[in-house]
């Protein structure tokens, strides 16, 4: 999934983090915008919570995040 909403990416992720769709994910591309209102606090949390089921395997801060869902990870939780 590549998502490119101008700064609402953060409201995108943070539901899909809440409700547990994001975990059905293979892989995601997505940039997190610095004039969105706590982008940093925000990017982090996302991070952080992201980082439990998928590996960053790209960034380049303020421009894009590659993630990629753990090999050994389901929709289980397993």
Do not use: C
């Amino acid at each position: 999934m590549k998502i490119n909403i101008e700064g609402d990416e953060y409201s995108l992720f943070e539901h899909l983090i809440e409700t547990g769709l994001v975990n059905q994910i293979d892989n995601m591309q997505v940039p997190f915008y610095d004039f969105v209102p706590n982008a940093e606090q925000r990017m982090i949390e996302i991070q952080q919570k992201i980082a439990t089921t998928h590996n960053l395997t790209h960034q380049y801060k303020f421009v894009w995040d590659n993630w990629k869902i753990e090999e050994n990870y389901n929709q289980n939780g397993v």
